[in-house]
């Protein structure tokens, strides 16, 4: 993999990674990813098997980092400050956009342009069937965006959307398709 990496990921005008805390990405492939790919989309997941031993904070940098509330709030050991502080705080300085989606609350937007604010996204579905999956099909949206568009309102709508629309898919039986997207902008679009 290293051997990979280092002949081939800067041939890739943007690298994706899901850090899901397996052990695969060590900090030697972590230092090749940060130090080599034109425009970095990171994602880093807690979960049952790895809560509170796969944070954030192992990486350096990033062009996007995108995490939901709980996590952020793992890595920086901080349950109580109010989101505005935590969008603040120095240590997600070194990503340059940053994501956090909120669950029923929507998700949030920072870029390094504007340090101490951010955009607030309202949940554009709060009758969920099954969240699973709704912020990595944020995240996959946001990815695809972020470089291609400076409209970081329109980014972070289509990742609402697209976060939306898996919360109506149970399980992964279906996807979350472009099409459903599109037809869903443009009737946000029309009202």
Known sequence: LKNYLNKSIRKFD???????GHGLLN??????????????CLNVQTNSGNRGYNLFKKYDY?????????????GLQDRYSS?????????????KDLIITRGIKGLAFRSMRNKSSYLSFKALNVNA???????????????MFFNNTQDKLLTG????????IKTTIVGHESIVNNKQVERTLESILKK
């Open 14 to 20: 943007k690298v994706i990674v899901c850090d899901f």
């Open 157 to 164: 709508l289509l990742a609402s959307i697209a976060g939306a």
């Open 62 to 74: 990033a062009n996007l980092l995108m995490l939901d509330e709980p996590e952020v709030r793992l």
């Open 129 to 143: 069937i099954d969240t699973m999956g709704a912020g990595d099909a944020a995240f996959a949206y946001s990815c």
């Open 83 to 95: 989101l505005t502080d935590i969008i603040k705080n120095n240590q997600l300085k070194k990503f």
């Open 27 to 40: 900090n030697e492939i972590i230092k090749i990813i940060q130090k080599k790919s034109k425009y970095l």
